[in-house]
């Protein structure tokens, strides 16, 4: 069966830089989570998205952005990036809005910031 | 702000032996999920109990979750060195649409 599909799986930049985020969602899923997980951290909730409109916010910094398209596809945008950015990022999607039941995870974008 | 916290941070145990983990949380919930993540992988659904239930099993886990005390329970039994990951608990918050808020989760390493 078709998963969460996250691009790229690694990534590293320099600080100041600019990164972007790709997920694509498991085909009918309609709602986009991003989730953020330093090292030995639990899974910090950014930003949701539920038929193109957010729908909830977490403790998403300014300098990033998300946005889901019409395709269902979610991308996360990353600005000024600091050493502290460093973390995998994981993208969830589910079937309608939360309340419903599980999410599914993609296996993450690793971003190391220098 | 941390909704979930788990009890213990760590956890080793041998093959066979049961392992139970605890969360506790904050506020009220429609449901409480569990999740286990091996190293550096991508979270997997484990199990989800609803706010009205008070037990739920599925294969070697069960889940308990008292309400009252605003606490969860995962039981993984006959325990194998293949359970070796983190387990996380999640609830939802009580207005509908936010998202799952995770704990700081549970290492379990299983020895064989």
């Known amino acids: 069966a078709a998963g969460v599909i996250q691009s790229p799986r690694h990534l590293i930049k320099e600080k100041r830089e600019t990164a972007t985020l790709k997920c694509y969602p498991i085909?009918?899923?309609?709602?986009v989570y991003w989730y953020q997980q330093g090292p030995g951290q639990d899974p910090q909730f950014l930003i949701s998205?539920?038929?193109?409109?957010?729908?909830d916010k977490g403790s998403i910094p300014d300098r990033f952005s998300a946005q889901q398209f019409s395709d269902y596809h979610s991308e996360l945008n990353m600005s000024s990036l600091e050493l502290g950015d460093s973390a995998l990022y994981f993208c969830?999607?589910?079937?309608?809005?939360f309340g419903t039941g599980e999410l599914f995870f993609g296996e993450g974008s690793r971003l190391t910031v220098l | 702000s941390q909704q979930g916290e788990e009890d213990p941070q760590a956890l080793s145990i041998q093959e066979g032996e049961n392992a139970t983990m605890n969360c506790s949380y904050k506020t009220s919930i429609n449901n409480l999920q569990w999740y286990r993540q091996n190293s550096g992988r991508g979270l997997v659904h484990l199990i989800l109990i609803r706010s009205n239930e008070r037990e739920k099993h599925s294969g070697r886990l069960r889940v308990t979750l008292d309400t009252s005390k605003k606490s969860s329970s995962l039981l993984i039994t006959a325990s194998r060195a293949a359970d070796t990951a983190s387990y996380f608990c999640?609830?939802?918050?009580?207005?509908?649409?936010?998202?799952?808020?995770f704990g700081k989760g549970t290492t379990l390493s299983v020895s064989s």
């Open positions: 085909p009918r899923h309609d709602t």
């Open positions: 998205f539920y038929e193109k409109m957010q729908s």
């Open positions: 999640a609830t939802d918050a009580p207005r509908e649409g936010t998202a799952l808020i």
């Open positions: 969830a999607s589910s079937l309608g809005p």
